[in-house]
Every structure is written in structure tokens, then in C-alpha cells.
T-cell receptor, first 115, second 117 residues
Framework: AQSVTQLDSQVPVFEEAPVELRCNYS??????LFWYVQYPNQGLQLLLK??????LVKGINGFEAEFNKSQTSFHLRKPSVHISDTAEYFCAALIYGGATNKLIFGTGTLLAVQP | EAGVTQFPSHSVIEKGQTVTLRCDPISGHDNLYWYRRVMGKEIKFLLH????????ESGMPNNRFLAERTGGTYSTLKVQPAELEDSGVYFCASSQDIGGIPYNEQFFGPGTRLTVL
């Protein structure tokens, strides 16, 4: 079955520390991968995407992710987090073909940045 | 330019009642999607409109859910009658239709939080 897995439901981290949010996808899905962020009381915002080309993709707010085909992973990283990065982060994959064009999501990871 | 808007932001109803959620996509976006997140679980696809046509409704849970997009502009999602398990956050997203590529960025609304008591 097509799936995206985020093993960490919550990641607490101190301000200015590095962080990695893990995402694994099933090999049966496309390799169009995304990270979305949801700040409190807001909609989902695209953080970054991997469609093709360089396996290291850079997104907004200093985040980056690396596509690793052999490990079927697409982990999100930031070298130094801020309080304002506190939000829920969702990894997603695009399923497309025929009449289908939809995103499948992981269960989300709540990043809690502490002062 | 206005983003995707959803109304209401919150809705609390009793089991057996009817609720209608509305989504206004970004102007000019032919693609409109509905997703749902049940508490603690993943965001799941419900259906996809291209203009006024249902392109893919494979994620609709059952026939208590009815989605429409008359005129290809805004969309409504009606739940009738509502059950306890329908509680969750309903997201709407829209995207342009740029031919030749499989991916057109989906822009999401803030969601409607539905609570069925």
C-alpha cells in the first residue's frame, strides 16, 4: 500500500539547536515528495518539495530536506531553530496517474521549540 | 491575491444533524481538493474536482458525504446525517491546471474544524 510514515509525533528541541524530522515513504509511491507546515490557526503551507534533480532541496525559513532513494527517506532538517518554528510539520507524497492526482500525508510531527 | 478560504472555521453539531462546509478556491484555479484529518491521524484525501466535474472521489468515506462545485467556482461538502466519527478538520486546497506536468502546487485553506457530539 502507498504510505508516508512520520515516526515522531512530537519533537521537543531548544532554541538554536539543530533538528531533524523524519519521513519515510513506501517505494510504491511516486518520488514527488513534499513537506508542509501548519502554524496555529493557519492552513498548510508548502515548505519545500522534491520533484527531480538534486537530492538536497532547500525550502523557506532555512529548512532543507534530502531525498534518499535507497533508504526511501525524505528527512527535514534545520541547523538552528527559532521559537517561531513551533508548528506541525507534514510529509507528503503525490499520487498521480490517470484520473488521480492527490497527496498522501504522514501523521504529522509537532515541533515544539523551547527557549 | 486572496488565498483559499473556508467557512465556517468551526462547527459543533449533534449526531444526526446536517452540516455544510464551504470552500472558495483561489480565483482561476480549476482544481479543487477536499481532505480530512481525524484527530491524531494523517490528512486523508476525499475528492478532487476539475472545474465542476468530480475527477476522483475515491476517498469519500460513504454516501453521507456529498460534494458539489456548481459553476466550477466554490465548493460545498455536506454531511448528512453526521456521525461521531465524522469529527475532524476538513481542509480544502486548490491548484492551477498547467498541462503537461503531473504536479501543480496545491494551496490549502485554514480548514474547518467539525465536532459531532
Amino acid at each position: 500500500a502507498q504510505s508516508v510514515t512520520q515516526l515522531d509525533s512530537q519533537v521537543p528541541v531548544f532554541e538554536e539547536a539543530p533538528v531533524e524530522l523524519r519521513c519515510n515513504y513506501s517505494s510504491s509511491v511516486s518520488v514527488y515528495l513534499f513537506w508542509y507546515v501548519q502554524y496555529p490557526n493557519q492552513g498548510l503551507q508548502l515548505l519545500l518539495k522534491y520533484l527531480s534533480g538534486s537530492t538536497l532541496v532547500k525550502g523557506i525559513n532555512g529548512f532543507e530536506a534530502e531525498f534518499n532513494k535507497s533508504q526511501t527517506s525524505f528527512h527535514l532538517r534545520k541547523p538552528s531553530v527559532h521559537i517561531s518554528d513551533t508548528a506541525e510539520y507534514f510529509c507528503a507524497a503525490l499520487i498521480y496517474g490517470g484520473a488521480t492526482n492527490k497527496l498522501i500525508f504522514g501523521t504529522g510531527t509537532l515541533l515544539a521549540v523551547q527557549p | 491575491e486572496a488565498g483559499v478560504t473556508q467557512f465556517p472555521s468551526h462547527s459543533v453539531i449533534e449526531k444526526g444533524q446536517t452540516v455544510t462546509l464551504r470552500c472558495d478556491p483561489i480565483s482561476g484555479h480549476d482544481n479543487l481538493y477536499w481532505y480530512r484529518r481525524v484527530m491524531g491521524k494523517e490528512i486523508k484525501f476525499l475528492l478532487h474536482f476539475v472545474k465542476e466535474s468530480k475527477q476522483d472521489e475515491s476517498g469519500m468515506p460513504n454516501n453521507r458525504f456529498l460534494a458539489e462545485r456548481t459553476g466550477g467556482t466554490y465548493s460545498t461538502l455536506k454531511v448528512q446525517p453526521a456521525e461521531l466519527e465524522d469529527s475532524g478538520v476538513y481542509f480544502c486546497a486548490s491548484s492551477q491546471d498547467i498541462g503537461g506536468i503531473p504536479y501543480n502546487e496545491q494551496f490549502f485553506g485554514p480548514g474547518t474544524r467539525l465536532t459531532v457530539l
